[in-house]
């Protein structure tokens, strides 16, 4: 993450603050990034390319092993490396992977058909037993798996074919066809699994995957190589470029100046402080793409005062969100009614349905100090301090929670802001004890695949690790179990939006903004998507040389 620079922050802060005084009540207005242009692709490539320098804003993997990747760095990578079972398109869509198709002769099977023309990067074919075991050892505890919960209602995993597996549920469920898309239903070669074993995807041990880039190095602290993959099954994507290298650049200023000068060729995951140099420049273009990213703050633990629904409600009412998307996000964000980007069911099926719901919903809060004190006041909390971890360096989310921290003083409550390693900060949302000390944490979430359902029980199912401060609405929980066990799309979204109904009014956490997603590519190279989705797709393999640029 990148250096704060406090004085932009309290600069920012200072603009919200006037802006927020002025207003009392109701519904926001538009916010100023409702006329940004947004695409979903850049203009198809022409030529091809010697090496490609891209830049991990966000820092070094500590792993490249598919069933362990759960944020952006390394899904940025893998993305590349080790292809899924289904393919997430720059619109959320769903489409064939290594299966070519799937079907369900009932309602507690799936039957998945492969590619019968794919191979590793060493040569060998990929067949069932592949796709078996790398499903299967994520139920493992030593592997480790950031997708256990997946598994849940699985009960076999077996190949019936050489190119074929079918996966049996004790309940049907929705859900992990979906979850095929990502590092789960990414597919590694089963005898290489079992020589690597607790090594696999660490620069020791490597990878063995079929995508359009072969991992070739990894020198820590300083770099990730990959070469193309010329035998890439999927033909219409063999990469153009040769080579792609990886850096680590998370000073935003170092980063500016890196792709300023063309030492970077491109980035994801611009900071929303630098947009402003990077959109003049005429080294390359700043895209804004459709995004399913989410910045909210949550509680981390039953005993933090943030557990309390009416402390999340109050420092909900001190936000102006649309000054707030204006100065911190640079207009590149919207605000939504919920903590889940509305782009994951923009797509689906059941989009209608999903829309309703959502227009059901009460309007995103205006600023009112005066309500949220009287919810303070209700509350009494007995802790009126409140400590909230950030990754340290990350100038957007300090802006945020330096007018957060204003906000919070007006209604009596004080918030102590504590800035965390990238790597502390990562770890948190999957080990307890790194959370010790802290009331709540700066959440910079994403939504992997196109369902809210998947996201929603993160946060609300008692039995989610995701749930840190003991949510249990039964109701909700009842409902959200149904979804998932519900095949047909609009019964699954209307439980959905039933439980959605529910848990905005007395889940305690405080959306932000749903940022728009954004790329900066230099003038030598274009094809590579703008959405969100990049996470979860080959977006490399798209690149390639601009017109005269070729190499």
Not at 43 to 71: C, F, M, Q, R, Y
Not at 123 to 142: F, I, N, W
Not at 360 to 383: C, G, Y
Not at 469 to 478: A, L, Q, R
């Amino acid at each position: 993450m990148h250096a704060p620079r406090t004085a932009l922050a309290l600069t920012a802060v200072s603009a919200l603050l006037t802006l927020s005084a002025c207003t009392s009540g109701g519904a926001t207005t538009p916010s100023a990034a409702q006329n940004l242009e947004l695409t979903s692709t850049t203009p198809a490539a022409s030529g091809a390319l010697d090496e490609i320098t891209w830049n991990l804003p966000l820092g070094e993997p500590t792993t490249l092993d598919p069933a362990k990747v759960g944020d952006y760095s390394p899904s940025t990578v893998v993305s590349n490396l080790c292809d899924p079972l289904l393919r997430l398109n720059a619109d959320y869509s769903v489409g064939p992977g290594l299966a070519t198709a799937w079907n369900r002769p009932d309602p507690k099977t799936l039957v998945l058909d492969l590619r019968d023309d794919v191979r590793f990067w060493n040569g060998r074919p990929m067949t069932a037993a592949d796709v078996v075991a790398s499903l299967e050892r994520q139920r493992a505890a030593a592997t480790r798996s950031v997708n256990t919960q997946v598994l849940a209602t699985v009960r076999t995993i077996t190949a019936t074919g050489d190119h074929q597996v079918t996966v049996t549920f004790s309940t049907p469920d929705v859900l992990f066809l979906k979850y095929l898309v990502n590092g789960f239903g990414a597919v590694s070669e089963a005898a290489y699994l079992k020589k690597a074993g607790t090594s696999y995807g660490t620069a020791r041990g490597g990878l063995m995957c079929t995508g359009p880039f072969e991992l070739t190095g990894w020198k820590s602290g300083e770099s990730i190589t990959a070469v193309r993959n010329d035998a890439y099954w999927d033909t219409g994507l063999r990469p153009r470029a040769a080579k792609l290298t990886f850096k680590f650049l998370t000073d935003a200023g170092t980063l500016t100046s890196a792709l300023l000068s063309g030492q970077i060729d491109g980035s994801y995951e611009i900071p929303s402080t630098v947009s402003k140099a990077l959109r003049s420049s005429d080294t390359g273009t700043l895209y804004h793409g459709p995004s399913a990213q989410t910045v909210f703050v949550a509680p981390t633990g039953p005993t933090s005062p943030l557990a309390d629904p009416r402390i999340t409600q109050a420092l909900s009412l001190v936000l102006d969100r649309d000054a707030l998307v204006r100065n911190v996000f640079d207009g590149a964000a919207r605000t939504e009614k919920t903590f889940i980007p509305s782009l994951v069911w923009k797509n689906s099926e059941a989009k209608d349905v999903y829309a309703k719901g959502y227009d059901a919903l009460p309007a995103v809060p205006a600023a009112d100090v005066t309500r949220a004190r009287r919810l303070v006041d209700e509350a009494d909390p007995k802790q009126r301090t409140v400590t909230v971890a950030m990754g340290a360096g990350d100038q957007q989310s300090l802006q945020i929670l330096t007018f957060l921290q204003a906000g919070a003083k007006r209604i009596g409550l004080t918030l102590a802001i504590k800035q965390l390693q990238p790597t502390q900060m990562s770890g948190l949302f999957y080990d307890p004890s790194l959370r010790t000390g802290l009331d709540a944490t700066m959440a910079l979430g994403y939504v992997e695949i196109p369902d809210p359902l998947s996201y929603a029980e993160m946060f609300t199912s008692p039995a989610s690790p995701m749930n840190w401060t003991h949510y249990d609405n039964p109701e909700v929980t009842s409902l959200l179990t149904r979804a998932r066990a519900t095949l047909d799309p609009e019964g699954s979204a209307q439980l959905f939006t039933r439980a959605q109904a529910l848990y905005t009014k007395d889940l305690p956490i405080v959306p932000i903004a749903v940022p728009h997603e954004r790329l900066f590519l230099n003038k030598r190279l274009s094809g590579a998507p703008a959405s969100f989705a990049y996470l979860n797709m080959p977006w490399a393999a798209h690149l390639g040389a601009t017109d005269g640029n070729a190499s």
